[in-house]
């Protein structure tokens, strides 16, 4: 079954709809299938020196609780070259929608005093 035959049975659409009119709803683009990109103009970058590169994400957690403190989410910092990873707990305040700037700046501190 095709893409197209796909998508006329999950939304129960009758074949008597012309294609052209599917093909402009958003929906059909779902079941699309994407052009492949070609390799030159991919994002190519290579890094071998240790520190030179960094990678940073937030992460989120289940609450999880440690001792009297909540933690929601966790900075993770890691070294494109080696693959060295550090992270650090963001502590849940009531009422909070997320971390800070100023939560993430704390944790990177931390993180890069310990030198990862």
């Known amino acids: 079954m095709d893409n197209t035959e796909k998508y006329y049975k ?5 074949r008597s709809i012309p294609r052209s009119f599917l093909k402009k709803q958003e929906l059909n683009k ?3 299938i994407p052009k492949k990109e070609p390799t030159k103009l991919a994002a190519h970058f290579y890094n071998f020196e240790e520190d030179n590169t960094h990678q940073a994400d937030i992460l989120f957690l289940p609450h999880d609780k440690i001792g009297k403190k909540v933690y929601a989410y966790a900075l993770i910092i890691v070294d494109m070259a080696t693959g060295d990873t550090d992270g650090e707990p963001l502590e849940f305040q009531e009422g909070w929608n997320g971390p800070t700037s ?3 700046s704390g944790a990177i501190v931390k993180i ?3 030198k990862i």
């Open 112 to 114: 890069y005093e310990r």
């Open 30 to 32: 779902l079941f699309a």
């Open 102 to 104: 100023s939560d993430v």
């Open 10 to 14: 999950s939304f129960g659409l009758d």
